[in-house]
C-alpha cells in the first residue's frame, strides 16, 4: 500500500492488485455467507507468466471439490458481468490446505494455545523460523511461547508468514 502525507492525515492509495483483490472480497462475500463457508484470502498473484485470482475458502470439516466449484461457477458469473480485472488471469476457487497462513484477527482468536510457525523477513538473533504456543497478538505484535517457556514477541511489520506448525 503506497500513500503520502497531506496535512496531519496519511493519504493510502492501494496499487491494482490490492484493488483487484479488495473488489473480488467485496463481491464474492455474498456468495461465500450464503453457504456458510469462511472465506480465508483471496490473491492476485502472477505465476509462470500467467496471473491467477484465487479465492480460498473453508468451513467446518473442510471444503470439497464440489464446495469450490458451486462458488467458483456463481462467481465466474459476476466476475463476466463486474469486468474489473484489466489483465487476462485464470480464476481459482480453493481450499487453504493444512499450510494455511493466519492473516486474520478471526484466525488468531481460532488458534490461541496452538503451536504456530512464525517465519520473519529478516533474521533475529541469526534465526527467521520460530515456533511456540501462540500465547497474544493484537494489530502490531504477535508473542509466541517456545519450548524454553519464553515469550517471544514479533513486529507483524517483520513477519512474512505465520501459520500452524507442522511437524512430521
Known sequence: MAGRIVGKVKVVSLTRKEQYEQQTETLISPIIDEFDFELVDVEFIKEGGSWYLR??????????????EVVSRRFSEILDEKDYIQESYIFEVSSPGLGRPLKKDKDFSRNLGKEIEVKTYRAIQGEKEFFGILKSYND?????????????????????????????
Open 55 to 68: 479465492a480460498y475458502i473453508d468451513k467446518p470439516g473442510g471444503i470439497t471439490v464440489d464446495d469450490c
Open 140 to 168: 502490531e505484535t504477535i508473542t509466541i511461547e517456545d519450548e524454553d517457556n519464553v515469550n517471544n514477541t514479533f513486529e507483524r511489520n517483520d513477519i512474512a508468514l505465520v501459520r500452524l506448525a507442522l511437524r512430521f
